[in-house]
């Protein structure tokens, strides 16, 4: 059975970090392109940060670039997102997802999707 179980989501102040966690059972990590999409309340399903499964290649989204920074480990087929100066707008439920292509720049190419953790930025 395939699992991606996030953990790390919550509540913090507009300037402050977060650390999400995804680990992955069920699949041949280190085969999958992995990664976090998020959504808000009345908006679409978004890429956040993807990492290729092929040449190691990391796509942000462009309103996080400099304040998020995804990594892997594939010992642990763990993924991670590490959030800094977080800011209202990136309140949102965020998902774990993992596609066996080289890349999840988009949700249509995600195979697996974990059950999304919450995360809320107070300004």
């Known amino acids: 059975e395939v699992q991606l179980v996030e953990s790390g989501g919550g509540l913090v102040q507009a300037g402050g970090s977060l650390r999400l966690s995804c680990a992955a059972s069920?699949?041949?990590?280190?085969?999958?392109?992995i990664g976090w999409f998020r959504q808000a309340p009345g908006k679409e399903r978004e890429g956040v940060s993807c990492i290729s499964s092929s040449d190691g290649s990391i796509y942000y989204l462009d309103s996080v670039k400099g304040r998020f920074t995804i990594s892997r480990d594939n010992a642990k087929n763990t993924v991670y997102l590490q959030m800094s100066s977080l800011k209202p707008e990136d309140t949102a439920i965020y998902y774990c997802?993992?596609?066996?292509?080289?890349?999840?720049?988009?949700?249509?190419?995600?195979?697996?999707w974990g059950q999304g953790t919450q995360v809320t930025v107070s300004s």
């Open positions: 997802a993992a596609g066996s292509g080289p890349d999840i720049a988009s949700l249509y190419l995600v195979d697996y």
């Open positions: 069920g699949f041949t990590f280190d085969d999958y392109a």
